[in-house]
């Protein structure tokens, strides 16, 4: 089922031109491209609460000076109708559409099987994300799955891209699908409090962009420096050629009371800024021209640094976005630089990736910040002591590993090894780590800290978008990513942190020996080795 809207052949139809699509927009115009976010609704579009939505759709549909609509998937967590539901009219009306396609309600399966469907309705572009926790459903609570990650599903997208190969076990001529032609993107966020969660979230984006991510988006952020901050190291990183699209969201001020709770993970208003905002609430207008404007000096600040776009969020009407184009449009060509001054809403203690350029507010780029001391709590006589036992059972090649593998391989059940040697690993993994027997440990990934009984979204890839002030969105406690990266930066490996990423855990192996499975070749990480003999065995 999808919104009623006038027939395509009966539009006039201003969108259908030689560079319509997303991809050749971004890749053969230097045009500052704009995208408005859609969020979907619960029920059917024939539901009366579906009204504005439907309506806001409909004329989004034929607005001109739009490049592209995106719409969520279950945003917040919470059920929501399909994304397609919603974008098939703005295909028929020669929109580009970008669809959200998110990790934390599908497994590998129908993470696969939705993609394969919104190829065959002719969505292509898909913005790829881990997901929100899941929220709350019919009856409760509902199971979140986050089988594999945004990295994970930019890996499969791509093989999909590729051909995927789709060969049985044992058989005698492979099989491949036909190409998919995904153009897929993700989204990053610098936005963050301490060293220990900007620099993964950095790097976790350099893994994205890696696994296939052909633009990005930034999270909701209101601080210049740091806006100016994440398209510099991606320019001084080698990764300038990959489109950045900046993130605009309208804020009005029961919106900037939720933000700056943190209510919404990984989205956060400082103090400061959301007292300018409840001031507004006073006005006539309830600051809606005030909010309008701030947007404006947003997306002029964007196209001033570089930017290849602005992407509107928390906007309900056409009337709405072309006024805050056109505010846009009134602006001096330097004006953003006076902006950029302006909107400098960070908090007190955060850490910014350079240091400040006096004369514009914004990043010296020629002076990058020294890290700071990793937390000492961290580096603890445990990380040292599995460390030295894990380079000592498995570097590959070496007397005890060639007697583990040996041991496992004649034992009566391979799978699990010898009785004696799976008691010694569940007893003390499960002390240690609080092990849920997986089978296929990322443990040496991310300086023994376990993404399972650690990490409510099992994230072995790099850190979720969601973490509040270090802190798991989810259980409070301080991010295993965080905590991993302060190990290795005391070791001077921080660069390190995900050398070890895209993992795509082989639920097959649940239950069984992690310590014989990687013996015996059959996990993740013995597949590293034997791809790269000279890696390290805990990194």
């Known amino acids: 089922m999808t919104f009623p809207i006038r027939s395509p052949s009966r539009l006039p139809n201003p969108f259908r031109t030689a560079l319509n699509t997303l991809p050749d927009k971004l890749a053969r115009t230097s045009d500052f491209l704009i995208g408005v976010e859609l969020v979907s609704t619960r029920g059917t579009v024939l539901e009366t609460r579906a009204s504005k939505t439907v309506a806001f759709a409909r004329d989004l549909a034929v607005a001109p000076g739009i490049d592209w609509v995106s719409i969520t998937d279950n945003a917040g967590g919470n059920p929501m109708l399909a994304a397609a539901a919603l974008g098939r009219p703005f295909l028929d009306a020669g929109r580009e559409v970008v669809i959200h396609l998110s990790c934390k309600d599908f497994n590998r399966n129908g993470l696969e099987s939705e993609a394969w469907h919104l190829a065959s309705e002719g969505f292509h572009n898909l913005l790829v994300l881990s997901g929100d926790y899941s929220g709350t459903g019919i009856n409760g609570g509902a199971k979140p799955v986050f089988d594999i990650d945004s990295v994970g599903l930019l890996t499969m997208l791509g093989q999909m891209n590729a051909g995927l190969d789709i060969t049985r076990a044992g058989a005698k001529k492979a099989t491949r699908l036909d190409p998919a032609k995904f153009f897929p993107g993700a989204v990053v966020t610098n936005f963050k409090l301490h060293e220990n969660e900007i620099v993964p979230q950095l790097l ?277 990513w965080a905590r991993a990266y302060d190990r290795l930066k005391y070791e001077g490996r921080a660069e390190e942190l995900l050398a070890h990423a895209p993992v795509m855990q082989d639920q097959n192996l649940r239950g069984t020996s992690s310590w014989a499975n990687t013996w015996l070749g059959r996990d993740h990480l013995a597949k590293k080795y034997a791809s790269n003999p000279n890696a390290s065995s805990h990194h």
């Not at 510099?232 to 990764?239: D, E, L, T």
């Not at 309208?250 to 409840?278: H, K, M, T, W, Y």
């Open 204 to 480: 976790k984006m350099e893994k994205k962009i890696e696994a296939g991510a052909r633009f990005l988006i930034n999270q909701i952020g209101y601080d210049s420096r740091k806006i100016h901050e994440l398209i510099a190291w991606m320019q001084q990183r080698g990764h300038g050629h990959v489109p950045l699209i900046g993130n605009v969201y309208v804020l009005n001020p029961a919106v900037a009371r939720v933000f700056q709770a943190q209510r919404i993970p990984g989205v956060v208003v400082s103090d400061e800024l959301a007292d300018i905002c409840a001031a507004h609430a006073s006005s006539p207008d309830k600051g809606k021209a005030f909010f309008l404007e701030l947007a404006a000096k947003q997306v002029a600040i964007y196209r001033g640094l570089g930017y290849r776009g602005a992407y509107l969020g928390g906007i309900h009407s056409v009337a709405e976005i072309q006024r805050v184009l056109e505010i846009e449009r009134s602006f001096g060509l330097d004006d953003w630089k006076q902006f950029a001054r302006e909107i400098r809403y960070s908090r007190p203690g955060e850490w910014f990736a350079y240091a400040e350029d006096k004369a514009t507010g914004l990043a010296d780029i020629s002076r990058p910040n020294a890290p700071g001391l990793p937390n000492a709590r961290n580096i603890t006589y445990s990380y040292r002591f599995s460390k030295f036992t894990h380079d000592l059972l498995f570097t590959p090649n070496k007397g005890i590993s060639k007697l583990g593998a040996k041991l496992c391989a004649n034992a009566k059940d391979p799978m699990q090894g010898p009785a004696w040697l799976r008691t010694i690993e569940h007893a003390s993994k499960s002390v240690m780590f609080g092990c849920k027997d997986c089978g296929d440990c990322s443990l040496p990934d991310i300086a023994f800290l376990c993404p399972e009984s650690s990490c409510a979204k099992n994230q072995r890839n790099g850190p979720c978008g969601g973490t509040r002030d270090g802190k798991c969105e989810v259980d409070e406690f301080e991010c295993i």
